[in-house]
């Protein structure tokens, strides 16, 4: 995104989820996936500035970081951050973090629908609030082209905001016939140094992205793909230069913040504190362990089989409710956005 000028699809800014007010439509995942169309035929995959095609990044001064991380067990309450650091030194100068609601559940395919709202509006922040700093590049914990329709959220930020973005994700999307397999596996064994890395190449012949061995000492390498104007190459070079360690720096900050701030709210508000999740999906409650139930023993002699069976039914029928009720969420979010942007 270009100092000074407003947020458009292509530069664009949209509003949150919680500005929803459509009703839940059958129909609306048709034109989500023309939107989604749309928008990644504005997809630039080639460096498209001075910096990029020097070797030592020589221009390049503030690199970016975003994030959303969870409230532990709940899938709604989140932190968005966006974090701006120095390059070469890779110290943050600036942050960004706060909580949003995502009353949206996870569709796989459209994480995008669900997160990238919040972080569209925190690149505005910073553009209306201390344009200088606004980042030349944003790292985002995710993928790019590496997705099922090649278009991941990496992509949607970088069109929406018109800033390079890079797509940095910890495990395989398994896409275009790409597999964690064991011929895979040994081509990360084979690995050996930080910055060494391998082309991955879908069943149509595209190469989607990278695996790279981020750093020396990791075991695990980072699958980077290309978010919007930087090349593939360039993107794996940038990547391993601003690893300190596994993930790079910025997406790291970003992280380490955003649970921060996550445990300063909740310690303000007096509630509980429990761990900050990665995921947004809802959590499964534990199970016990086997043969042992959390029902009064006076409780469990009580039961009859009629009654287990009429509990069975009752949870089933809570459970496709649920179901039902994050269906049209979901629809509801696609919609909106297809209004918004078209």
């Not at 001075?50 to 532990?72: E, T, Y």
Request: aromatic share 6%; net charge positive.
């Amino acid at each position: 995104m270009r100092a000074g000028g407003p947020l458009t699809p292509g530069r664009g800014r949209s509003a949150g989820p919680g500005e929803l007010g459509l009703a839940a439509c059958s129909t609306c995942v048709c034109p989500a996936l023309r939107e989604q169309a749309r928008l990644k035929a504005l997809v630039v995959d080639r460096d498209t500035e001075a910096w990029q095609r020097d070797p030592a990044f020589s221009g390049l001064q503030r690199v970016g970081g975003v994030d959303v991380s969870f409230v532990k067990d709940d899938s709604v309450s989140a932190c968005a951050s966006l974090v701006v650091l120095n390059y070469p030194e890779l110290e943050v100068v600036y942050e960004d973090c706060r909580m949003v609601s995502l009353t949206a559940p996870y569709v796989s395919g459209y994480l995008a629908f669900r997160e990238v709202p919040f972080l569209v509006d925190a690149v505005q922040r910073l553009q209306e609030k201390d344009p200088q700093l606004m980042p030349q590049v944003l790292f985002v914990d995710g993928n790019g082209v590496l997705h099922h329709r090649g278009f991941g959220v990496a992509c949607h930020l970088g069109v929406l905001t018109d800033v390079p973005c890079i797509g940095v994700a910890k495990k395989l999307l398994q896409v275009d016939g790409l597999e964690n397999d064991a011929a895979h596996r040994e081509k990360i064994r084979l690995l050996k140094a930080g910055g060494d890395s391998f082309p991955l190449m879908g069943g149509s012949g595209a190469v989607l992205g990278m695996a790279l061995k981020s750093h020396d000492h990791s075991t695990k390498p980072l699958y980077v793909s290309v978010g919007h104007k930087m090349s593939l190459e360039t993107a794996v070079r940038l990547t391993h230069s601003c690893c300190r360690f596994r993930i790079p720096e910025p997406v790291r900050q970003a992280d380490i913040r955003s649970r921060d701030y996550i445990r300063r709210t909740l310690a303000v508000q007096g509630a509980p504190v429990p761990q900050p999740e990665r995921s947004g999906k809802a959590q499964r409650p534990k199970a016990c362990p086997k043969g042992v139930s959390e029902e009064p023993a006076d409780a469990k002699r009580g039961h009859r089989s009629s009654g287990r069976l009429a509990d069975i039914k009752t949870v089933k029928a809570g459970r496709r409710r649920k179901l039902l009720h994050g269906v049209g969420r979901a629809m509801q979010v696609l919609c909106w956005f297809v209004g918004k942007f078209t």
